[in-house]
């Protein structure tokens, strides 16, 4: 697992496809808002069946999870000053979990398939998204 910092702060954790480890392995420390756990088990295992209880939360950052299900793309991940400061490679299996901060996408396969996962309620764009840039690069 690849935990990528800028100045201090965690902005994102890589997984790789061939780092799962069998049984449960949490991905993201308790305190952030979105919790992402590895789970390698085998034939038989039984999940003790159960339900969450209602807690109230704060949530004041979207916090996403990218899997990537087939093809592959670049993550860039930008730093305070609207740069990017790190760029990783994500194929079949890879997921990665952006804790903060500025990112992009650039797919690189035709037929990529990607599963986004973020903490809710959405709200709007509008209200949800600052764009970096004023349009659309790579196009």
Same mark, same amino acid.
């Given at each position: 697992?690849?935990?990528?910092?800028?100045?201090?702060?965690?902005?994102?954790?890589?997984?790789?496809?061939?780092?799962?480890? #069998?049984?449960? /392995? %949490? $991905?993201?420390?308790?305190?952030? %808002?979105?919790?992402?756990?590895?789970?390698?088990?085998?034939? &038989?295992?039984?999940?003790?069946?159960?339900?969450?209880?209602?807690? #109230?939360? $704060?949530?004041? @950052?979207?916090?996403?999870?990218?899997?990537?299900?087939?093809?592959?793309?670049?993550? /860039? @991940?930008?730093?305070?000053?609207?740069?990017? %400061?790190?760029? #990783?490679? $994500?194929?079949?299996? &890879?997921?990665?979990?952006?804790?903060?901060?500025?990112?992009?996408?650039?797919?690189? #396969? /035709?037929?990529?398939?990607? $599963?986004?996962?973020?903490?809710?309620?959405?709200?709007?764009?509008? *209200? /949800? *998204?600052?764009?970096?840039?004023?349009?659309?690069?790579?196009?």
């Amino acid at each position: 697992m690849n935990k990528i910092e800028y100045n201090g702060k965690l902005r994102a954790i890589v997984h790789r496809a061939e780092e799962w480890k #069998e049984g449960i /392995d %949490f $991905l993201t420390p308790d305190e952030t %808002f979105i919790q992402v756990v590895s789970c390698h088990y085998h034939k &038989d295992k039984h999940i003790r069946a159960h339900w969450h209880i209602e807690n #109230e939360r $704060l949530s004041l @950052l979207t916090q996403e999870t990218v899997y990537i299900v087939n093809g592959s793309m670049r993550v /860039d @991940l930008y730093g305070d000053d609207k740069e990017v %400061f790190h760029q #990783e490679i $994500l194929k079949q299996g &890879d997921t990665i979990i952006i804790i903060e901060g500025g990112h992009g996408y650039h797919i690189l #396969e /035709d037929h990529t398939k990607v $599963l986004e996962i973020k903490n809710g309620p959405f709200v709007s764009v509008e *209200k /949800d *998204k600052a764009f970096i840039y004023a349009k659309e690069i790579g196009k």
